[in-house]
């Protein structure tokens, strides 16, 4: 196996691509396929309008704007720092 197949292998996504949330559970599988997993932070469905960076952006934007609140927020931890959310976002859908 050479490093471009290790690379199209194993893309399992677990941090939503809008929020950056973590939640160790596949949101998009190894095959790019979306689980429909609704994120407890921004809310926002995986395989909803996540599937260009553009709109990923204009959700993103949107979910900012009105104060990044969480829709589970029993989730989010005390010291939560939005920013430090927002990195994990993985560098193609910033
Ligand atoms: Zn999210």
């Known amino acids: 196996m050479n ?3 290790e690379e199209e292998i194993g893309r399992t996504e ?3 691509r809008i929020c950056g ?5 596949p949101v998009f599988n190894e095959y790019g396929v979306p689980q429909y997993v609704i994120c407890p932070c921004c809310y926002n469905e995986s395989g909803i309008g996540d599937d260009n960076v553009s709109q990923v952006r204009e959700l993103r934007g949107h979910w900012v704007a009105i104060g990044a609140e969480w829709h589970e927020p029993k989730l989010r931890p005390t010291d939560w720092d939005l920013l430090e959310q927002l990195a994990n976002i993985p560098p193609q859908w910033r």
Request: hydrophobic share 0%; proline share 0%.
């Open 14 to 16: 677990t941090t939503c």
């Open 3 to 5: 490093t471009e197949d």
């Open 21 to 25: 949330y973590d939640s160790d559970d």
